[in-house]
């Protein structure tokens, strides 16, 4: 089992920054994948960026060049927002999957995005 807390959503004008913090606990030793996806009413929760093991990343090609993924340490997750657009505005989630790509989800944190 892993237990995912997220941290650092909030309110934003467009342009400005955010960054988001997943602290993970648990059984942290069997993660292979750790990401962020969002969610805004009505539609499917959708991928945002992802870091392996390895520590190669991918984006949806809406962030890339504004967002960046990375790991502080074994169990801490960020998510780096700059540039933020109105479209932007999202519930934000953590994810990890474990080795048998089982999926952990955080509660979710909202980030909103004034024009």
């Known amino acids: 089992q892993v237990q995912l807390v997220e941290s650092g959503g909030g309110l934003v004008q467009a342009g400005g920054s955010l960054r988001l913090s997943c602290t993970a606990s648990g059984s942290i030793s069997t993660i292979v994948e750790r990401g962020w996806y969002r969610q805004t009413p009505g539609k499917r929760r959708e991928l945002v960026a992802v870091i392996n093991g390895d520590g190669s990343t991918r984006y949806d090609d809406s962030v890339k060049g504004r967002f960046s993924i990375s790991r502080d340490n074994s169990k801490i997750t960020v998510l780096q927002m700059d540039s933020l657009k109105p479209e932007d505005t999202a519930v934000y989630y953590c994810?990890?999957?474990?080795?048998?790509?089982?999926?952990?989800w955080g509660q979710g944190t909202q980030v909103t995005v004034s024009s």
């Open positions: 994810n990890v999957k474990n080795r048998h790509y089982f999926n952990y």
